[in-house]
């Protein structure tokens, strides 16, 4: 697997013209510490993790119906409405904007390296009534419009058929974000239009945006 160092915006921009070597459809996928492995949420979870999944979406779909506008249309978007609002699932969170995903790599954890994955050829799910818990290898899944967060943080997952192994992928590379041209790359992407107000829409990403621009915390 190709990594690739960032230590300027210069390197960024360099790296990202290099990538139509690869595919125009790759997907991104910004982490704030470099030694975060590619491993869904539920996954992480140091128990049965099949049997917590089930309990939790289960009661998720139960708790949910009186805070949503419209029911999902099926299970893959169940999913994604649960990722997108921190139920630890099977997906991870990729996007197709490459500013987004170094937005997520140089937004905190200022002491560390982070890192953008790229991954491209991936097969997407193209068939929604196969069961996503018994798949049999990672797919790619793009949701119809479920919430303006999706939309605006150009949002596509992978579907992991064993959540609990890291995921690797043949076509895959990596670019490491130096700490310390965290706070360049962060103020590169402020002039861009990409921040918190942006990603988040809402007041709470308005506030985050103002409390920087104010008083200079993160």
Same mark, same amino acid.
């Given at each position: ?13 360099? @790296? ?10 790759s997907i991104f996928r910004g982490v704030s510490n470099c030694d975060y492995q590619l ?6 979870i140091k128990k049965d993790i099949y049997i917590v999944e089930k309990n939790l979406m ?23 409405? @649960? ?85 690797? @992928? ?49």
């Open positions: 697997m190709d990594t690739v160092r960032i230590d300027t915006t210069i390197d960024f921009h360099k @790296a990202l013209i290099d990538l139509k070597k690869i595919s125009l459809g491993i869904p949420s539920i996954g992480r289960r009661k998720f779909k139960e708790s949910a119906i009186g805070y949503i506008g419209r029911l999902p249309n099926d299970e893959y978007e169940w999913l994604a409405l @649960a990722q997108h609002h921190g139920l630890p699932t099977r997906l991870l969170d990729w996007t197709y904007n490459p500013l987004i995903a170094l937005f997520f790599a140089v937004k905190n954890n200022y002491e560390n390296d982070g890192r953008i994955y790229i991954a491209w050829n991936i097969s997407q799910i193209r068939n929604k009534n196969r069961n996503p818990y018994q798949l049999k290898k990672t797919y790619r899944y793009r949701p119809s419009f479920i919430t303006q967060r999706i939309i605006n943080q150009s949002s596509v997952f992978t579907v992991h058929s064993s959540p609990e192994k890291p995921y690797e @992928a043949k076509n895959m590379m990596i670019l490491d974000i130096v700490a310390n041209a965290k706070h360049e790359l962060r103020e590169m992407l402020f002039k861009y239009g990409v921040n918190y107000k942006t990603i988040y829409p809402g007041l709470d990403g308005l506030s985050r945006d103002l409390k920087w621009l104010e008083t200079g915390i993160y």
